[in-house]
Every structure is written in C-alpha cells, then in structure tokens.
C-alpha cells in the first residue's frame, strides 16, 4: 500500500491529478473509494425487504452501492495534512472475491449461518464475512458478555467494525460548498458547520439523519396494530418498576439532556388532522426530498448532530446570542444559580423544548461550568477577548460533557467490568488512562483510544445521528411519577441519606410550571433528591400514564394547544419515519431474530399480552416495545438490542468529530483548557467544583449516576482486563 499526501504545491511530486477532489462531496465519494479498495471490496447496505408473506425477512434487497469520485487538485495547505491511502491493484476483481465468498458461504459455512444472513454474508467481503461468522457463533453457542472482558472486548470490537461497514448509510446529498481551512475554525459554531474538515455542513443543523438501517415503507400499515392499543395494553405503567440502586434520576435527566444536544425531528406549521390517530392532534414528520433514488425522503434534525453542547448554547446563532452575556466569554445564569427566565417566563437556554426541572438543573450547572472555565482562561491568558474565552469554553465544556457521559453515566448505565473498560478504551485507549497523560495519544484507536485520534474517521459516510439511533433512545419509561423531595436541613441519615419531606408529582415540574416550582426548591434540594430516587426502568407495562395526557412545547419553549399520549405517538412516530419493526431492526444489525415471543422474554403475562396484540406474528412487533420486552444483560439497564446501535455511535460520535481527534490539543483547547478536560473524570468532579458541600454530606455511591445511598465500589485486586463477568 502507498501512502499519499494532500498537497496544494504544483511543484510537490505528488500525483495530485489523480487524488484530489473537486468539491466536499467528491472529497466524501474519495474516501469511500479509498476504503472501498482499501478492504478490496464495495460498500453494502443492507436493505429490509421483508417479504410480503412476512414469514421472515429477506435480505435479497441487499444491494451494493458502489461509489465512484471526480479527481481532481486540491487548492489547500491544510489538506497536505490529511492523508490519502491508495490500495495497490487487488490481485482479484471484487467480482471474483465475492463470487468465492457467495461459494465458500453458501456450500461450506452456511450450515453453521443463520438462514436469514445468507444473503447479507455472500456480499459481504471474505474478511468480514470470517469476523460475522466469529461473531455469529458466539451469539449461537455463548452469550458474548458471559465471555472474560478481554474475548468479550475483541467481540465488542469485530462487532463495531461490521457495524461500520454495513450500517452507516448516507441519506441525501451531503451539503457541499467552498472548503475552508480548519485552521480558521478551530472552535465549534454556532450551527455546527466545519465540524468536519472534508464536508464544511456534516452534521450541522438542519441537515438530514443517516440511517442505520434501510427505512422500511410502513404506509399500508400506520395503525397496525392500532397504536393506542399498542400504548394501553403494552406501554401504559401499571406498577412503577425502577432500577434499584443502578441509576438515580440524576441519571435519566442526563440523558434527556443529552437528547437535548443532539436530536429533535422538524415539524411543519399545519396541523396534521388527517393522521391516522384521531383522538388526538398532533404534528406529521416533515419529510424532505433527498434528490437521491435510495433513500428517497429523509427527516432534518434542527440541533446538531454534533456532541457539541447544543444543550446550553443552543444551534443556531440566535438561540446563541440569547444565552450569552457577551462579556468575558459567559453565559447567562441567575444569582440563585438557576436559568434566567425572558420577559414571557421562558427559561434563557440553548435548549428549553419539553423539558423539565431535571434537565434545567443539568443546564445550571454546565452554565456555571463554562463561567468557571471563562474565569480560570481570563486569569491564564488575559489577553484573550469575549469572544475567544466563549469559544474555547465551549470546546472545553463539550468535551467535559462528552467524557462525563463516556466513562461515567455509560459505564453505570451498563455496569459490568467488559463495558467499563470498553469505554475507557474509546477515551483513554488500551494503554489506559496513566501512559496517555504522560506519553500523548499514542497508536490507532485501539491503543491510543478514539479521543485525540491524528485525523477524524467517519468511514466513508458523513457524519450524522441517525433515525435509528433516535429510536432506541425512546426512554420516557425512566421518569417516575413523582419526585421524593430530600429535607437537605436536618443531618442526613444512613449512607447519607436525608430523609423524605414530600411527594411532588411530575407534572408540577414540566414546562413553565416545572421552573416556577423548581425556583420554590432550589438547586441543591432538586438536585440531591434526584441523587437519592432511582429512576424508571426501561421495560413493560412502566411508561409513565402522565405523559399518555401531555402538554407538547414548540421549539421555543411555548405550550401546544392539543393534549398528545405521548406513548401512542412514539409507536407511531418510529412507522411512520420508516424505521424497521423489532425483529426486522435485529437482522439488520447481525443479531439473530427471535422466532416465537418466548426468544424474547420469559414473562408469561407479557407473552399472554404480545399474543393478543400481534397475535403469532413476531414480525409486527414495534421496536420500542421489543426493547422494553427483551430479557436485559446482567448489569444492562438496556436491551442488547439498542446497545448494538450505541456500540456504533457512541464511537462515532467521538471518532468522527476533529474537535476530539485532530484539534484536541492545547491549541485549541489552550494548555489550561487542554488540562480541565484531562482531569475531569466524573459528574462529580464537576459537582464538587460548584457545590463541593453536596458530594460531602449526601453522596455514598461512587458515582454521582448511581442512587447516592449506595455503598461505594468495592476495590477489585483483578486487573480489569483479566476479569471474568460475575
Ligand atoms: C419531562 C420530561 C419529558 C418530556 C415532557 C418529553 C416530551 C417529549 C415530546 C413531546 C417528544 C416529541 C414527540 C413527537 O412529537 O414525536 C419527545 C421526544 C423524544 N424524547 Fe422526550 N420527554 C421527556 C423526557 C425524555 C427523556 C428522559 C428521554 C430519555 C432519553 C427522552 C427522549 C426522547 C426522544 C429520543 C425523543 C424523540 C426525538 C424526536 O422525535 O426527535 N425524553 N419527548
């Protein structure tokens, strides 16, 4: 293989005519060639085409999509950066390898593939189609998170690059433009714009959701089964379940706030009063024409796709400007330390939307986070303006987010040792946490982990969050029915444990109302009771009846007029934007169906429901309610399932974005700023920055996600990766 590099120089001896692209999207088509040929192979998307018996689904709709790119000079220095791969001649066509996998699949291995893969393996390239078979026997013989953590990581990892190859589909026609030097953005804007180098709009607001999988037209069957029916006999909480003491409400605000950074559908203006669902109104998707024959139509996300804090500083430029105080780089937060609120009592964030005390607490105190970075910068580097104290905390605060989430609310939501250290690995690498402060990144993503990669990966497809990836993140179930407020004013009990003064139900603190009453209790109250209750758990019969009569809110935070049962229209949301049922979702992502509704759970109660719902056919089953249905890994809050699609983009999320590889170094993050995100491990460590009283007197647990009266984690003289799971 011979490596190229990127050269605007006529007099560079580089072959320049035959490697440089014309415009973004031709510098997109080059990097798809370039893995294309890398792996000796062309790029396959899976597609859904159950048949119409609907026995099982067919994967003849498999097809390959080749892509092809315009070469032409690149015009930039900064590009000599970036390096561009060239494969030698593959000493076989990619006909003839896929003509022996199709033969070596289907005469020899097939025996041991589930039915349903045949067709999706023998396109597959001979490399991958060896990983998916080391993967599928796992899945037969052995489930994967019983094995020790080190087969178990080199499971998660074969698993991931499958996932990359096969379930990452581009939808529309990347936005495309003059290209600019990275240089001059070396901070995240406004809209999220230059969040890649090779694709100026990836992943900005307004552009469209990738796809995980191929959507699957659902027309014909909207109301089938009815989705009240769905909600009411499956969804509708009948006995509050939580999750003991692996997650506190803390936890579930998280990542709302999280969703909150991240996704939210367009909705048109006009009023839907021709859905199908008649006893209440409510917005229709908008769907926009991509222009393109695969995926026809596609929804546009109005944040960022990007983990770029949209939460607080919003994702456009005026939402920005209404959360700035435009002196020393800060944001605007009042004395008591919770949001301000504008002259019609919204709360001044960058995201209010159908949010609730919880996440408006989350909102404080990453507010006072990025004031706190704007102080300690102007004290380093006084020369610095407004303007460059905001945006280098932004970065700085982004990445103190993403790493919370990464290696402290994931590793509770998944608590085993194999997922801990999975996600230390995507951080902090292999070589852990102690050799990367002293040695710099060091390696591949493996070894040096995914956070200061030398250059952004998105694998041949730009970067996006994904309509899948939306849907398996429906986890209203974590919200209880009401609050248990803590009196913080007498000394606590029992591993900390203040004692419970009164019971405020859920709706007192949604919407305006939710601030007025969160303004009553304070920061500190809101905060450790939320510390001190478990949330909901994400499974049957546990969706929250309150949000089955909810106030919806427009983008700017104003109420709705009509009432929505918000469980009916997520079953209803996930057909109509094409996303495939549950069983359909598992074969698409390599995961062996289930056959008869026993595969799926071993409660014979839900199976009694299932049965009169869907009746025999577990085709029909929507995928929210597999997800709630299906039997959890020791130690998962969620299904195996969903955690297939967080494998994907949780990785993504970081790998593909320059301000966690390329650009995160002190240059643009500055040394102090630089030094802020390597120290912060944990929610805590931000808690005890700001409220250093809370974590003394009212936190046990060692995680600030887990129910606070729990005992800490006990030391483990194993070393982690030597562990086996309990
Ligand atoms: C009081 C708290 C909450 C309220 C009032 C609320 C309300 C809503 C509403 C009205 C929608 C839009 C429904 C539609 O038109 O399709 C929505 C969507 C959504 N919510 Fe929540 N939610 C809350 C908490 C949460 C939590 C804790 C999560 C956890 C992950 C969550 C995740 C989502 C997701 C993934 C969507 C789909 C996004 C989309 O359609 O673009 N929400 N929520």
Not at 264 to 289: D, R, W
Not at 400 to 428: Q, S
Not at 536 to 545: H, V
Request: hydrophobic share 35%; net charge neutral; charged share 25%.
């Amino acid at each position: 293989m011979t490596e190229r590099i990127w050269t605007s120089d006529p007099n560079k001896p580089n072959p320049k005519e035959e490697c440089s692209p014309q415009s973004a999207e031709d510098f997109t088509g080059i990097q798809d060639v370039h893995r294309d040929s890398l792996h000796g192979r062309a790029r396959v998307s899976l597609a859904p085409a159950r048949s119409q018996e609907g026995a099982r689904m067919n994967l003849a709709g498999t097809r390959l999509r080749a892509m092809f790119a315009k070469r032409t000079p690149l015009p930039c220095d900064w590009q000599r950066e970036y390096v561009y791969k060239e494969s030698k001649k593959p000493r076989f066509s990619r006909k003839a390898m896929t003509f022996i996998t199709k033969i070596l699949f289907n005469n020899i291995l097939g025996r041991f593939i589930h039915d349903d893969f045949h067709e999706a393996v023998s396109s597959m390239t001979i490399t991958d189609a060896f990983l998916f078979l080391m993967v599928h026997w796992v899945d037969k013989v052995e489930k994967w998170h019983r094995l020790p953590v080190i087969l178990g990581l080199i499971y998660l990892a074969v698993r991931r690059r499958l996932h990359q190859h096969y379930n990452l589909i581009s939808v529309g026609k990347s936005p495309s433009g003059v290209r600019v030097n990275p240089g001059d953005y070396k901070y995240r804007t406004a809209d999220g714009s230059y969040g890649d180098p090779f694709n100026e709009g990836a992943g900005s607001q307004g552009t469209f959701f990738g796809r995980n999988i191929m959507p699957v037209d659902q027309t014909d069957k909207l109301k089938k089964p009815d989705p009240m029916v769905v909600a009411t006999k499956l969804l509708t909480r009948t006995q509050y379940k939580d999750t003991g003491k692996q997650l506190n409400m803390i936890a579930a605000s998280w990542i709302q706030f999280m969703i909150h950074d991240w996704v939210e559908l367009i909705a048109p203006k006009e009023v839907a009063n021709k859905c199908p669902l008649t006893s209440f109104k409510f917005y229709p998707t908008k769907e926009f024409s991509t222009g393109f024959d695969d995926v026809k139509t596609g929804a546009k996300n109005i944040r960022t796709h990007w983990w770029d804090g949209s939460v607080i500083y919003g994702s456009d430029k005026e939402r920005l400007q209404k959360v700035r105080t435009l002196v020393d780089g800060k944001l605007k937060i009042s004395e008591d330390g919770l949001l301000q609120q504008d002259e019609d009592g919204i709360p001044i964030s960058g995201d209010i939307k159908n949010s609730w005390a919880g996440v408006s607490t989350l909102q404080d105190l990453f507010i006072k986070e990025h004031n706190a970075i704007c102080d300690a910068l102007k004290k380093e580097y006084p020369a610095l303006n407004d303007e460059e104290l905001y945006r280098h905390a932004r970065l700085i605060t982004s990445a103190v987010i993403a790493k919370i989430h990464t290696i402290d609310w994931t590793v509770e939501l998944l608590k085993t040792d194999m997922l801990l250290a999975g996600m230390r690995i995507n951080w902090y690498g292999f070589l852990g946490k102690k050799f990367k402060d002293t040695f710099g990144h060091v390696g591949g993503s493996t070894l040096g982990g995914l956070v200061g990669l030398k250059k952004p990966i998105n694998h041949g497809v730009p970067y996006t969050l994904t309509e899948e990836f939306t849907s398996v993140y429906r986890m209203h179930q974590l919200l209880p029915d009401s609050m248990h407020l803590r009196n913080i004013n007498v000394t606590p009990g029992l591993n900390k444990s203040p004692p419970l003064l009164e019971e405020v139900p859920m709706p007192d603190l949604i919407g305006h109302k939710g601030e007025k009453t969160l303004s009553q209790i304070g920061f500190t109250r809101q905060f450790v009771s939320m510390g001190h209750q478990a949330c909901g758990a994400l499974e049957l019969c546990n969706y929250p009846s309150w949000l089955q009569d909810l106030v919806a809110q427009d983008v700017d935070g104003k109420d709705r007029p009509d009432h929505v049962d918000l469980a009916a229209l997520e079953v209803y949301r996930d057909r109509e934007r094409k996303v495939a049922r549950y069983n359909q979702f598992r074969r698409n992502l390599l995961l062996i169906p289930i056959s008869k509704w026993e595969d799926l759970t071993e409660d014979k109660e839900a199976i009694e429901v299932l049965k009169e719902v869907y009746g025999d056919d577990v085709e029909e089953l929507d995928l929210m309610v597999g997800l709630m249905a299906e039997k959890k890994i020791k130690g998962f809050a969620i299904s195996e399932t969903s955690f297939i699609v967080f494998l994907l983009m949780a990785s993504r999320r970081l790998e593909a974005d320059r301000f966690f590889t390329s650009d995160f170094n002190e240059e643009a993050y500055t040394k102090k700023g630089f030094e802020w995100v390597n120290t912060t491990e944990s929610l805590k460590d931000v808690l005890n920055r700001h409220y250093p009283e809370i974590s003394k007197k009212w936190i046990n647990s060692t995680s600030a996600f887990s129910v606070w009266d729990s005992p800490p984690n006990a030391p483990n003289p194993i070393p982690l990766y030597l562990r086996f799971p309990s």
